[in-house]
């Protein structure tokens, strides 16, 4: 029975994964059972209802499934913001920092058009690298921001901190403690 349970309920820890010492916050049990998920996404459109948007955008990978089901939801289009070289058409680039290295992510050069209100949506929130990197692709786009969903915020690693002091609007459904 499904009663009572938060969005935080469905989703499982996988302990040393994909290194020892972390705790892996897994919400393919949350996406796999269609209450949970469904909550998830109703809950992450609240804050936003009655303004305007006008694209969906969503980090890879996960971003991908929350934003589908986010822009369907809304009737809106969905772009994804993907890894270097994944794309096929022409793109703008921006690099980030992660704790062993450096990666890049990509968008389409025509997938936002100046002053388009823009949703960005991923599955969790950590440093904030890659969320950054995607904020200043749309921003170069000439997009306008309304906000930054999120299913789970690592509150330690001080990702939500960075995206706000950026200027942007953070909403996360749950918050777990540690890596």
């Not at 969903?149 to 200027?167: H, N, Q, S, T, Y």
């Amino acid at each position: 029975m499904n009663k009572g349970k938060t969005v935080k309920d469905y989703i499982r820890t996988i302990v040393d994964f994909p290194h020892e010492g972390i705790l892996f916050r897994d919400v393919t049990t949350l996406f796999a059972d269609p209450r949970g998920f469904r909550m998830a996404i109703d809950q992450m459109l609240h804050p936003y209802a009655g303004e305007q948007i006008d694209k969906v955008v969503g980090l890879e990978a996960r971003g991908f499934i929350l934003g589908g089901a986010i822009a369907h939801q809304l009737t809106l289009g969905f772009v994804p913001i993907r890894k270097k070289g994944k794309l096929p058409g022409a793109t703008l680039s921006q690099s980030y920092t992660l704790e062993y290295g450096e990666a890049v992510v990509e968008i389409h050069d025509d997938a936002i058009q100046p002053g388009e209100k823009i949703l960005l949506v991923d599955d969790l929130l950590a440093t904030g690298g890659t969320a950054e990197a995607g904020i200043k692709l749309i921003e170069r786009l000439g997009g306008e921001i309304v906000g930054c969903a999120f299913i789970v915020d690592l509150p330690e690693l001080g990702g939500r901190k960075l995206l706000e002091e950026m200027g942007m609007d953070v909403h996360v459904l749950c918050e777990f403690e540690g890596l």
